[in-house]
């Protein structure tokens, strides 16, 4: 990612035509220049992480000068010169071919195997959905063929998916997909169907949002009795707030308090736990909790660290909250103010 920021500013903002232009550089002018529509349509040709990197870098740009254009458009039309015209032969002229090549029986397991990755830059569009979303979408399909449809996405997704699904049923889907080997063409037909309608309907849902998370932050900057209000909302929902108490309350906000509040939550807090929680911290929390405890502490803390080895994420995330917990009763007790933000400081 550090090729992003390798293009200069000049003290007005415009971008430096003297500074070389990386690819993704480059790719930014030319989608800046070709228009919305054209540039629409190469963006849809992207992987997710080819389009966050060349459109971060699209609006990072100010004031382009001409000899960066000129530069950009020369490299691509360069490109564009050296291509054979000839291009990838549809499905029917490989089936033609392969059976006069290899008889029809051989010629079809050499085209489902195609076709099976022909079904992936499709699938690929699919990370963009809510996992939620699409576990609805496929939850009335026959579990082998939602078994088929998770085998051709990335595991964390897939993961997703399946425990957004109705709890009865995941073992049996998790059991089909386990039992996959070769997957027939007419299976894979089916497959390119559902997610087609999948791709269709995509456009049609609803855009997600992290209410929770979005009112814990609001919450976490409201002047006055922040209290209060917290009381209120409790009064309606209280299994709401609850999630709101928990967004507020995020293992991140260590690193923006006091050393008096942490010294507190430092006492409170068994160093076992810490030696936990702190496993791929970010280093401003794991710095500010060592820079608080007392020396000798700190040394046995970070001896415990080393004699602990490779944890669980889950455990690790159990036992941030359970710390959390404990910062939270403190500052309910009033033993410490917490700090909720990072907010800014003058001299």
């Given at each position: 990612?550090?090729?992003?920021n390798?293009?200069?500013d000049n ?6 035509a ?8 480059q ?9 919305e529509?054209?540039a629409?349509?190469v ?6 992480e ?5 459109t971060?870098?699209?609006s990072r ?6 000899e ?9 039309f360069?490109?564009y010169r050296?291509?054979?015209?000839v291009?990838?032969?549809?499905r029917s ?12 029986d ?12 022909e079904?992936?830059?499709?699938m690929a569009?699919?990370?963009?959905a ?11 399909e ?5 078994a088929?449809?998770?085998?051709f996405l990335?595991?964390?997704l897939?993961?997703?998916i399946?425990d957004?699904?109705p ?7 998790l059991l089909n997909?386990a039992?996959l ?7 894979l037909?089916?497959?390119?169907d559902?997610?087609v ?5 995509f456009?049609?849902?609803s855009t997600s ?13 409201l002047?006055g009795n922040?209290a209060?209000?917290v009381?209120?909302?409790?009064a ?5 707030v609850s999630?709101i108490?928990?967004s507020?309350?995020?293992f ?16 409170e807090?068994?160093l076992?736990?810490?030696?936990i929680?702190l ?8 710095d ?9 502490q700190a040394q ?6 080393r ?5 669980p ?9 359970e ?16 700090q909720l933000?990072a ?5």
């Amino acid at each position: 990612m550090a090729e992003l920021n390798n293009y200069q500013d000049n003290d007005d903002g415009e971008f430096g035509a003297t500074a070389k232009l990386t690819p993704v550089e480059q790719a930014a002018i030319v989608l800046l220049s070709i228009g919305e529509e054209p540039a629409a349509a190469v963006l849809r040709c992207l992987s997710r992480e080819e389009l966050i990197e060349v459109t971060q870098v699209m609006s990072r740009m100010s004031g382009i000068k001409v000899e960066s254009v000129k530069t950009a458009m020369q490299t691509f039309f360069d490109d564009y010169r050296q291509q054979s015209g000839v291009h990838g032969a549809s499905r029917s002229y490989l089936k033609r071919s392969l059976d006069l090549a290899l008889g029809s029986d051989l010629a079809n397991t050499v085209l489902n195997n195609i076709y099976g990755d022909e079904l992936r830059p499709k699938m690929a569009r699919l990370q963009w959905a809510s996992p939620k979303w699409l576990a609805e979408y496929i939850s009335n399909e026959h579990v082998q063929m939602q078994a088929v449809f998770l085998a051709f996405l990335p595991p964390a997704l897939a993961g997703q998916i399946i425990d957004a699904l109705p709890q009865e049923g995941r073992d049996l889907v998790l059991l089909n997909l386990a039992r996959l080997d070769e997957i027939d063409r007419d299976l894979l037909q089916e497959l390119d169907d559902l997610v087609v309608r999948c791709l269709s309907s995509f456009d049609s849902q609803s855009t997600s949002v992290e209410g929770i998370r979005q009112t814990a932050e609001i919450l976490n900057r409201l002047p006055g009795n922040r209290a209060q209000m917290v009381e209120l909302l409790r009064a309606h929902d209280p299994e709401v707030v609850s999630k709101i108490e928990l967004s507020m309350y995020d293992f991140l906000i260590l690193a923006n308090q006091s050393e008096n509040a942490l010294s507190r939550i430092i006492e409170e807090v068994p160093l076992e736990q810490w030696a936990i929680a702190l496993k791929g911290a970010e280093v401003s929390i794991r710095d500010a909790i060592l820079k608080t405890m007392p020396k000798r502490q700190a040394q046995a803390f970070e001896d415990m660290m080393r004699r602990a080895g490779p944890m669980p994420m889950s455990r690790i995330e159990q036992t941030r909250q359970e710390i959390m917990n404990t910062v939270k009763a403190l500052a309910d007790n009033g033993e410490v103010e917490i700090q909720l933000f990072a907010e800014q400081v003058v001299e």
